[in-house]
């Protein structure tokens, strides 16, 4: 009985300690996905380092807005409006013909945005490094970065949008491309007078050239949104290079404004 019971005991601990085995993963010959290499900033030096091509212009320099059309984006002939966006363009229409101005964001130092931001009546300087293109205009201090070190749009899901959006530029020839998405939903215009939003779907590309021996930007805008506006709205504006400016630090305060009549709630429709 002894013999029988140690025998059965020693079966059982065998039988116990081959699930163990089975039941164990084998730590051995298990790996993990290797982490794919984190995004360098635009400014590391490992990224500055990396050998690229070499650019065809180089943008580096203060520019100032000079277009015949005027600053503004006016739409194309015959543009259509969502219902949407129709509602706040029959509004500015009211309110102009009233001698008001309608939702004066820009007055009011929300920021102007892409692409107003780019037109204004204020100098653009502009720092191009490898990776990277600094854009500050002088409206609002605002600072526009173009991503040149070949990462994509971020997934729309997990973006932080913006009023200047996310500009990711590329080379094709002698043009530089640059795909500007994830913009904000509100307080951004297309066209602050005639009362056109931008949307979250705002889609804008622009294809810049420098001509006269660098002395000028062309910029081929075509802006699409299907939250605002049927189709795409295509527009061509000029810069000058103006060497004799630097840009300044000029801060939008609402205090400061108080001597526009826009300001006032009587003038400013919302």
Same mark, same amino acid.
């Given at each position: 009985?002894?013999?029988?019971r140690?025998?059965?005991?020693?079966?059982?601990?065998?039988?116990?300690?081959?699930?163990?085995?089975?039941?164990?993963?084998?730590?051995?010959?298990?790996s993990?996905?290797?982490?794919?290499?984190?995004?360098?900033? *635009?400014?590391?030096?490992?990224?500055?380092?990396?050998?690229?091509?070499?650019?065809?212009?180089?943008?580096?320099?203060?520019?100032?807005?000079?277009?015949?059309?005027?600053?503004?984006?006016?739409? +194309?002939?015959?543009?259509?409006?969502?219902?949407?966006?129709? @509602?706040?363009?029959?509004?500015?229409?009211?309110?102009?013909?009233?001698?008001?101005?309608?939702?004066?964001?820009?007055?009011?130092? #929300?920021?102007?945005?892409?692409?107003?931001?780019?037109?204004? @009546?204020?100098p *653009?300087?502009?720092?191009?490094?490898?990776?990277?293109?600094?854009?500050?205009?002088?409206?609002?201090?605002?600072?526009?970065?173009?991503?040149?070190?070949?990462?994509?749009?971020?997934?729309?899901?997990?973006?932080?949008?913006?009023?200047?959006?996310?500009?990711?530029?590329?080379?094709?020839?002698?043009?530089? *491309?640059?795909?500007?998405?994830?913009? *904000?939903?509100?307080?951004?215009?297309?066209?602050?007078?005639?009362?056109? +939003?931008g949307?979250?779907?705002?889609?804008?590309?622009?294809?810049?050239?420098?001509?006269?021996?660098?002395?000028r930007?062309?910029i081929?805008?075509?802006?699409?949104?299907p939250?605002? #506006?049927?189709?795409?709205?295509?527009?061509?504006?000029?810069?000058?290079r @103006?060497?004799?400016?630097?840009?300044?630090?000029?801060?939008?305060?609402?205090?400061?404004?108080?001597?526009?009549?826009?300001?006032?709630?009587?003038?400013?429709?919302?």
């Open positions: 009985m002894r013999t029988s140690i025998g059965g005991m020693g079966s059982l601990a065998a039988f116990v300690a081959l699930m163990l085995v089975v039941a164990t993963p084998d730590v051995s010959t298990q993990e996905a290797p982490a794919g290499p984190a995004q360098l900033g *635009v400014l590391a030096p490992a990224n500055l380092a990396k050998p690229r091509p070499k650019a065809p212009f180089d943008l580096t320099g203060t520019w100032l807005h000079n277009s015949p059309t005027g600053e503004r984006f006016d739409p +194309p002939a015959g543009f259509k409006l969502t219902k949407q966006a129709q @509602v706040h363009y029959d509004a500015a229409q009211k309110a102009t013909a009233e001698g008001k101005v309608y939702r004066n964001d820009i007055g009011l130092c #929300w920021p102007a945005g892409v692409p107003i931001m780019m037109t204004r @009546v204020w *653009v300087s502009m720092i191009q490094l490898p990776t990277s293109i600094f854009m500050i205009s002088e409206l609002m201090n605002s600072l526009r970065i173009v991503y040149m070190d070949g990462r994509s749009h971020t997934d729309p899901d997990i973006a932080v949008r913006s009023f200047n959006g996310e500009s990711i530029g590329r080379w094709e020839g002698d043009t530089l *491309v640059i795909d500007t998405t994830n913009f *904000v939903d509100d307080h951004h215009w297309i066209h602050d007078r005639l009362g056109i +939003p949307s979250d779907a705002l889609h804008i590309v622009e294809r810049i050239k420098m001509i006269e021996a660098g002395a930007l062309q081929d805008f075509s802006r699409t949104d939250k605002n #506006w049927e189709g795409t709205w295509n527009l061509t504006k000029f810069w000058r @103006v060497d004799d400016r630097d840009i300044a630090e000029v801060e939008c305060l609402p205090d400061l404004n108080e001597h526009m009549p826009s300001v006032n709630s009587n003038a400013n429709v919302r």
